[in-house]
């Protein structure tokens, strides 16, 4: 079983930057994608972008490509998520997934119910 901790969330004004963070552990985590999703209140989950650990690649939402990227320090067992120009719609809970069936790609439209863990989320508030 893997398990994932952020942190790094905050608060910022538009235009801004964050850098969060996502810590794993346990077994298999070469073989994992993991990445990131948002909750935003009244809102309906949206997934931001993943990271295969086996390979590196990269998958982003549309919604969030040129403003995100996601790297993985594999050494430190940790995903790392860079926001910039934050805009007030960024403000939500923030959460790690990860998954060791479902590349990167797959984990944009993956069920929720179907991946194999996520941390309890980090909050990031951007206000002027």
């Known amino acids: 079983q893997v398990h994932v901790v952020e942190s790094g969330g905050g608060a910022d004004r538009p235009g801004g930057s964050l850098i969060l963070s996502c810590a794993a552990s346990g077994a298999g985590l070469s073989h994992h994608a993991i990445g990131w999703f948002r909750h935003a209140p009244g809102k309906e989950r949206e997934g931001l972008s993943w990271i295969g650990n086996w390979d590196g690649s990269t998958f982003y939402a549309v919604s969030v490509k040129g403003r995100l990227t996601i790297s993985s320090e594999q050494d430190e067992n940790k995903v790392c998520l860079q926001m910039k120009s934050l805009k007030l719609e960024d403000t939500a809970d923030y959460y790690c997934?990860?998954?060791?069936?479902?590349?990167?790609?797959?984990?944009?439209?993956?069920?929720?119910?179907?991946?194999?863990?996520w941390g309890r989320g980090t909050q990031v508030t951007v206000s002027s």
């Open positions: 997934e990860a998954d060791g069936t479902s590349t990167p790609q797959d984990m944009c439209t993956v069920d929720q119910n179907q991946v194999d863990s």
